[in-house]
């Protein structure tokens, strides 16, 4: 077993992915602090000086918090979109080194093959990623309002999915959020909810789909017993008992999904 993903944590409060091997890894975003990240790397036995590169998806804190100081602290490039990289250095957040990618292209790092792809959401320049290595495919969306036609494309047959699924349309509408915020959640450009997402399954799971992690679960708005729930149903209605669903929570790591 060699090629595998761990969702570090996901939510409001923090959002970051590691996608390794034994030699070599990546980190998709940098929402928790140096020290926080460190700890959750380490709660599974990988030494964070194997990581390569941090990717960043979009701006929004809880994607960036610990990027600067993280990736300087370990020496290591952050992979960013200009107009994301604009706003990251205004903020503080960008790090000594910084690598330039446009969204729609493919680049190496690596032996991975990284491909980010343009998804909807009230940021910047958000993207989404498909991470490749040998023949297994990686799909990772996190924060997206809905899943246009791209996002569909990109996610469809891979190996591991790991997909927003923020909340429950009814206890959004009935929490005491302000008007403003449950409209941006719920729009087009907003954030996935279960119910978006466990239907996009029926098309984006395919044969050679292993694993789903259902990430950045509202805490407010969402339950991970609910998610846990519609996970099952949909796995009995794709009649794929090996399908494997991992809830990922805000406050620790989740298991790691081998590919290889
Ligand atoms: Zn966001
Ligand atoms: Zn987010």
Redesign the pocket.
Known sequence: MDFGITVLGSGSRGNAILVHNNENALLVDAGFSRKELLARISSFGYDPRKIRALLIS?E?G??VNGARIFSDELGIPTYVTYDTAVFLEKAGKLGRKKVLFETGTAFDICEFQVRAFAVP?D?TD?VGFVISSGNARIGIAT?LGHLNSLCMQRLKDCDALVLESNHDIEMQNRSDRSQHLKRRVLGKHGHLSNDDAINALGELVTARTKCVFLVHLSSDCNECGLVSSLAGRKQEELGRADLKFVVVSQDKASQTFWLS
């Open positions: 979009h929004h809880d994607h959401h940021a958000p924060d």
